[in-house]
């Protein structure tokens, strides 16, 4: 069964730095988006980054530019998460995401109305002063 495995998260203090991994398992298809989502308490699930794993193109949402990057490792498959100078308002469930085939950003408006849509459990990440 094709499924999303997460790793990473976990209870950091304000100013620190975390990373999480995504691998998708048991995927047969090569054309892909993957991203990642947060969903903080009481509020609305936002999309964070993703990247397209044929060329390794990168999307961030604005907000989070320069504190957040995306990266991959080819080798293994896996997707980074990579989480710097955390602020309190990171705190949230992190969620890996796949779509496939790869149709736009994830940051799009539109971005759930085209191809399949897979999710991970998610991660927790919770940031203390």
């Known amino acids: 069964e094709a499924r999303l495995v997460e790793s990473g998260g976990g209870l950091v203090q304000a100013g620190g730095s975390l990373s999480l991994a995504c691998t998708p398992s048991?995927?047969?298809?090569?054309?892909?988006?993957v991203a990642w989502f947060r969903q903080a308490p009481g509020k609305e699930r936002e999309a964070v980054s993703c990247i397209d794993i044929r060329d390794g193109e990168t999307f961030i949402a604005a907000s989070l530019k320069g504190r957040f990057t995306i990266s991959t490792d080819w080798t293994k498959k896996t997707v980074y998460l990579h989480a710097n100078n955390l602020k309190s308002d990171d705190t949230a469930i992190y969620y890996c995401q796949l779509q496939t085939p790869k149709i736009g950003s994830c940051l799009s408006a539109d971005y759930f109305q085209y191809g399949r849509h897979y999710w991970g459990k998610g991660t927790q990440i919770t940031v203390f002063s």
């Open positions: 048991e995927f047969t298809v090569d054309d892909y988006l």
